[in-house]
């Protein structure tokens, strides 16, 4: 540290590494370490996001954000959280892409002593992702990107694996980028039930529907990897080949912009919100759950959206 | 007309001239020019814009689409619309600038045999635009943009002109580029009041405060912009030379590109808050209007802002 360099504002000791323009704050690099954990402590506690003895299931797909969150929550539970986690590992079965961050969530897990459970689209499905899109193709069906499909699936798969591990939340690694281009997206489409629907904590809305959580909705994605390059934490960097969602990459990109020219941008959208929350509820649609004839997973009515597509695919 | 050309979805008869993406018509330019038409008058019985025997003004800068908003309410007068018109134009004093839109606004309320009622901020506050700009700059004091000051002092002219007139309600021509942009802009800023007040048909909320209506609410700037093209309407076609609204010009790039790209989308954001809005009602702060201790017009306490900036001016 030279005498030039400038100090941390929290610890007054060790030197700058990083300023949160929003709040003003210098920090060095364990403040800042220390200030995403108490960050994601103040939201879980803010948004009442977990019980006494609850059972959480971590959606870790390997990326930085999944697997910083799970560091943070194991570090919570190690210090005696009120509540017990176990990772669980959607396999898509995307050749090449998915094995890699397959062995990185183990790994991780084994790392942290936590448990963890992988399910397959081909153990819950009878077919991989790359086997729908090949079938897709070759019936001349291109209505949905393999995006789509994959969202449809993966909620499925996020929820039986939770159940299979006894879970009663799920907690998913959302960033407030995440959540501000959600917002954004949901206005432009006009959708003001999932406006409504998508929330730091989802209703309970059917018994099976596991409820989820998302700690990090008030983290930047920004710090969110951040703080993964600091913890040194193992993720898989490489793109999914099929990831082409091209109007959150526009709202993406146009937030970003905004973020840099009026830092807590992102910020104020979310809070928005959040402060229509209350108003939200009662536009937004009643939605009522029923249980698809086929399969008898929850389902807005008659056949659920799974079995529709695994249908066009048979 | 050639063999090839494509013929009017309305008339069946004439060469198409344009094409609505959004609702896939493709119009003549006569058939086009009644389309707009046909809305405003839509518009107006939609939102309730008018009542028996009301008497308006219309807020006419020059520019295209208050001069077109004027040419279509004058024809609905002549057709014996319920209600009768008066334009009002706001000279704020930018040299090189209002001249010539003053002019054009006279030349065509001669037109069309619509009174025309001017008033100048020199007249109601004293100094000019121009005055003011100069004196804050000599004064070193750069807060606000000379917009902000402007739309401050603009707004208290269009009232006390409208009143003067003995005006029922004030007609603006804000399109639906306008409101789209006013929706984020106000998302994006957390301003939920003004999310809540900026509509159609603003409340009655203070007996000196004129109620204000936006006929062209639904009608995109591009279409306002081609009905004065073929209406022949004449139009101040340069911008002010204090234009420089940062933020809205940024949201009318992202939402223009937003259009572009999936037609229909800023009508959308504008839906998606009409439907908000009975929720907004609620979340809203309760608007309360004092007279102002000086001169005696609406403010929301104390000194009102016209007052205020005045004040520092002198």
Chains 1, 2 share one sequence.
Do not use: W
């Not at 591990?165 to 690694?173: C, F, L, N, P, R």
């Amino acid at each position: 540290m030279n005498a030039t360099s400038e100090i941390c504002s929290a610890c007054k000791r060790r030197e700058v590494f990083f300023h949160r323009p929003c709040s003003g704050q210098r920090l060095c690099k364990k403040c800042f370490v220390e200030s995403i954990e108490a960050k994601v402590r103040a939201t879980i506690a803010k948004y009442d996001m977990l019980s006494f003895n609850e059972r959480v299931a971590v959606a870790v797909s390997g990326g930085k954000d999944s697997v910083s969150l799970l560091h943070i929550l194991a570090k919570m539970e190690r210090a005696r959280s009120k509540a017990s986690f176990t990772a669980v590992t959607v396999d898509e079965g995307i050749n090449d892409y998915r094995g890699e961050a397959l062995e990185i969530a183990a790994a991780e897990c084994r790392k942290l002593c936590v448990p963890h459970h992988v399910v397959s689209f081909k153990r819950l499905f009878g077919f991989t992702l790359d086997d729908i899109v090949k079938r897709k193709r070759q019936i001349g069906d291109c209505k949905l990107t393999a995006c789509a499909y994959c969202g449809i699936l993966r909620r499925r798969a996020l929820n039986v694996a939770a159940r299979e591990v006894g879970a009663d939340k799920i907690a998913t690694a959302h960033t407030l980028d995440d959540e501000a281009q959600t917002i954004l997206m949901n206005i432009f489409r006009g959708d003001l039930g999932r406006l409504a629907k998508e929330k730091p904590v989802t209703d309970e809305v059917h018994p099976k529907l596991v409820r989820k959580i998302k700690p990090f909705c008030e983290i930047p994605e920004k710090e969110s990897a951040l703080y993964a390059y600091l913890k040194k934490v193992k993720f898989q960097a490489s793109p999914c080949p099929y990831a082409s969602e091209a109007l959150r990459n526009d709202f993406r990109s146009m937030l970003n912009r905004m973020e840099e020219k009026h830092s807590g941008t992102m910020f104020t959208v979310f809070n928005s919100l959040e402060r229509l929350r209350p108003a939200l509820k009662e536009v937004g649609e009643n939605r009522h759950f029923e249980e698809c004839v086929e399969c008898g997973e929850p389902s807005s009515g008659g056949l659920c959206k799974v079995c529709e597509l695994l249908k066009q695919v048979r």
